[in-house]
T-cell receptor, first 110, second 112 residues
Framework: TQLLEQSPQFLSIQEGENLTVYCNSS?????LQWYRQEPGEGPVLLVT?????EVKKLKRLTFQFGDARKDSSLHITAAQPGDTGLYLC??????????FGGGTRLMVKP | DTEVTQTPKHLVMGMTNKKSLKCEQH?????MYWYKQKAKKPPELMFV???????INESVPSRFSPECPNSSLLNLHLHALQPEDSALYLC???????????FGQGTRLTVV
């Protein structure tokens, strides 16, 4: 059973475009992390959100945690080729283990 | 320092070989993890060590044997692997079991 649903699974856009990636669950998270992973490398932690309704910004990336703490989104403004990679959301549920979503593979073309 | 170091970065082994993957962190984290990641898939949890004790084994075959010699080190001993075990093996650590795991660069394992 996939506890975390990420969408879209794959996204190919032109440089300069905006995009949003979604992460949804029917369960409540105690916290949620977003990671970015490049081929052959380990995931790199981008942000952790804990409070319902929380918004965090990291340069051109905006992360939002839903009020009910069941969903999250990642918005990238003016995407650049360097943003290409696999974006993973990972939630912590009552069992205190990190559970990954299926990932969104982003390709930004110059 | 938020670094988790894994060695080797690449490993090719035969099905009759015995090898070990190593992971080290100096962040004082008390939880350490092994994940397996196949191509185009998210990481899948294999083992969790909490305070140097194995707390979770996600039904991993016995040909994978984890070891936590101390709070900074985590090993994964490999024996009699199958070609389908070829994957990226990731080590991670966190302050406690659960959130904000920091990952190493992984070991790309190929079983021939």
């Amino acid at each position: 059973t996939q506890l975390l649903e990420q969408s879209p699974q794959f996204l190919s856009i032109q440089e300069g475009e905006n995009l949003t990636v979604y992460c949804n669950s029917s369960s409540v998270f105690s916290s949620l992390q977003w990671y970015r992973q490049e081929p052959g490398e380990g995931p790199v932690l981008l942000v952790t959100v804990v409070t319902g309704g929380e918004v965090k910004k990291l340069k051109r990336l905006t992360f939002q945690f839903g009020d009910a703490r069941k969903d999250s989104s990642l918005h990238i403004t003016a995407a650049q080729p360097g943003d290409t990679g696999l974006y993973l959301c990972a939630g912590v549920f009552a069992g205190n283990m990190l559970t990954f979503g299926g990932g969104t593979r982003l390709m930004v073309k110059p | 320092d938020t670094e988790v170091t894994q060695t080797p970065k690449h490993l090719v082994m035969g099905m009759t070989n015995k090898k070990s993957l190593k992971c080290e962190q100096h962040m004082g984290h008390r939880a350490m993890y092994w994940y397996k990641q196949k191509a185009k898939k998210p990481p899948e949890l294999m083992f969790v060590y909490s305070y140097e004790k194995l707390s979770i084994n996600e039904s991993v075959p016995s040909r994978f044997s984890p070891e936590c010699p101390n709070s900074s080190l985590l090993n994964l001993h490999l024996h009699a692997l199958q070609p389908e075990d070829s994957a990226l093996y990731l080590c991670a650590s966190s302050q406690g079991p659960g959130p904000e795991a920091f990952f190493g660069q992984g070991t790309r394992l190929t079983v021939v």
